[in-house]
């Protein structure tokens, strides 16, 4: 009888040194240390550009999000349904976690073999400065034995708004998916193909910190994520930057009630390229804290993402599972890409 990768799972294979899981507490310092102290940018900006702004009800919504995907690889989303009471419960949750003394956050400490829990980014090792930033995985069950360990006994509404939250936005993503199988021109039989039966998916509460040198800090250093699609609801602080060719960089403006969606290696991979997985960081703010959820969907960890090749393209990767696609970013996040191309 054969046996299912969970995503957690995929991700213990390839353990972190306690030192690139710790955050440092945030409130016992009052200027940057050096440890967080990077060189100052002098990066192409253009604020006058905006990313996409698309309404789900649109009946032109899969072509609208098919273009977005293809020239921006980032689009921001209105009227999605997900309820607004529900945004600001689990943001507020996030708020409750992160505003916990720096010691009872880490009962919650992710383990050097572990996926979920307490944390800076998994991205840490491969940078020579730390980022400003402190994270909380949610898997699977996990969700549980965590928050018992930070509230032993008021965790319960964390637990309820949570999974409410994860169950609403698999939803969404079930949908955007479809949608962008739709412009991808991935017909039925195709998509039965795949053979991908449900998904696995995970959730990053993630917090910035107000920072005494934001010019020489970082939030989160620039990197392509490794999903299938990422649907990120944030607070009204803005900070979120994305990289687009021959512009630069371009702040993501919050728009009240919007999410925002990006495309993952894996839909890169199985556009063939033709969407942009995309290259996005984050900026700290001086005064006040910035919040987001991110919820990050793929398909099943076992399963195999086989690029979209139409009549006269070749394919620009060869196949490759979820499983083994997070082990290469994993090892390199640079290289993971090349290592499968064709």
């Not at 687009?244 to 290696?265: C, F, M, R, T």
């Amino acid at each position: 009888m054969s046996t299912t990768t969970t995503l957690s799972e995929a991700y213990r294979e390839h353990p972190l040194h306690p030192h690139h899981i710790i955050p440092i507490d945030f409130n016992s310092v009052c200027s940057l240390p050096e440890s967080h102290k990077w060189p100052k940018s002098d990066d192409l900006y253009d604020n006058k550009i905006s990313v996409p702004v698309i309404d789900l009800r649109d009946h032109r919504v899969a072509q609208l999000i098919g273009r977005a995907c293809e020239k921006w690889g980032v689009f921001q989303l209105i009227y999605h349904g997900i309820p607004l009471n529900l945004l600001k419960d689990a943001e507020s949750e996030a708020r409750r976690l992160f505003s916990l003394p720096s010691r009872q956050k880490l009962k919650a400490l992710r383990a050097p073999a572990g996926a979920t829990g307490y944390g800076i980014a998994r991205i840490t090792p491969f940078f020579d400065k730390y980022m400003w930033h402190e994270g909380f995985t949610i898997m699977g069950t996990s969700i549980h034995d965590h928050a018992k360990q930070l509230w032993p006994h008021n965790h319960a509404k964390f637990c309820d708004v949570m999974e409410t939250y994860q169950k609403k936005m698999n939803i969404l993503a079930d949908q955007l998916t479809q949608l962008i199988f739709k412009s991808l021109d991935i017909s039925e039989e195709q998509a039965e193909e795949m053979n991908w039966v449900g998904s696995s998916s995970a959730l990053q509460l993630n917090s910035y910190p107000s920072c005494p040198e934001p010019n020489r800090a970082v939030g989160l250093a620039p990197h392509t994520d490794t999903s299938l699609i990422t649907i990120l609801h944030e607070n009204s602080i803005a900070g979120l930057q994305i990289f687009k060719q021959e512009v630069g960089w371009v702040s993501v403006k919050p728009v009240d009630g919007a999410l925002v969606v990006n495309v993952g290696d894996l839909f890169h991979i199985l556009s063939n390229a033709r969407f942009h997985n995309v290259l996005h960081r984050v900026s700290v703010n001086q005064k006040r804290q910035r919040l987001s959820l991110a919820y990050f969907y793929n398909p099943p960890t076992d399963s195999t993402v086989v690029p979209i090749v139409k009549s006269g393209q070749v394919a620009r990767y060869r196949p490759v599972t979820v499983k083994e696609f997070i082990s290469l970013k994993a090892k390199s996040p640079e290289k993971a890409l090349s290592c499968i191309k064709t």
